[in-house]
């Protein structure tokens, strides 16, 4: 069921991500991004992208190598983790893609001005956590935050459940499993039937 929850959320995001049956339909959200953060970027700005879901990270990248914006890179397998932080600090790349678990705690990136949340988180306390990568001593300039939310599918449902029942949200995103997903153990008693039919209901 959890694994199936998550499957809906990439599909939200790429189509393709989900396998190469798919590998021709274009991922909406990416094209999103791509018209506001090349926007960003030519404008002199610098911006952080999060998502929980490395194979999609990796599609940005893809994206961002193909047009030829510098960019930096960091998830939970990533190494010398210190020297990518100092790349993106130092200048060298207007794009830094970063990954929820690997990002969300220990970063001061006041370098960043533009944040893009990919995927919404159904914790809203990770999310500010993310956002405040920006947010520290040094920062002297407004912070623009854009999350990314795709229409009629599970992540409006998500958003919707995020409002109605904030104590579910640690419970799915913050579990074990493919990319992300969350197992029974993970969500306890504070996700019902209920909230399952609602999410899973056309």
Not at 127 to 151: N, W
Not at 167 to 185: I, K, P, Q
Request: proline share 3%; net charge negative; aromatic share 8%.
């Amino acid at each position: 069921m959890f694994r199936s929850l998550t499957l809906l959320r990439m599909l939200s995001l790429d189509p393709s991500l989900l396998g190469d049956t798919y590998a021709d339909v274009p991922s909406s959200k990416l094209d999103a991004l791509f018209d506001q953060l090349d926007d960003v970027v030519a404008e002199g700005h610098r911006a952080l992208v999060f998502s929980q879901f490395t194979s999609f990270l990796g599609k940005a990248a893809a994206r961002l190598d193909a047009q030829g914006t510098p960019y930096c890179y960091l998830d939970g397998s990533t190494l010398k983790r210190s020297e990518v932080i100092d790349r993106f600090k130092s200048g060298t790349a207007p794009v830094f893609l970063i990954s929820l678990k690997a990002g969300g705690f220990g970063l001061n990136l006041t370098e960043a001005d533009y944040v893009f949340l990919l995927d919404p988180w159904w914790n809203p306390a990770t999310e500010t956590q993310a956002i405040d990568r920006t947010h520290r001593i040094g920062q002297t300039r407004t912070v623009m935050v854009y999350r990314l939310v795709a229409a009629d599918t599970i992540e409006d449902k998500v958003m919707a459940l995020k409002e109605r029942k904030a104590r579910l949200v640690g419970s799915v995103l913050d579990g074990a499993g493919l990319d992300g997903a969350a197992t029974a153990a993970d969500v306890g008693d504070d996700f019902t039937a209920e909230d399952i039919r609602a999410l899973l209901a056309p």
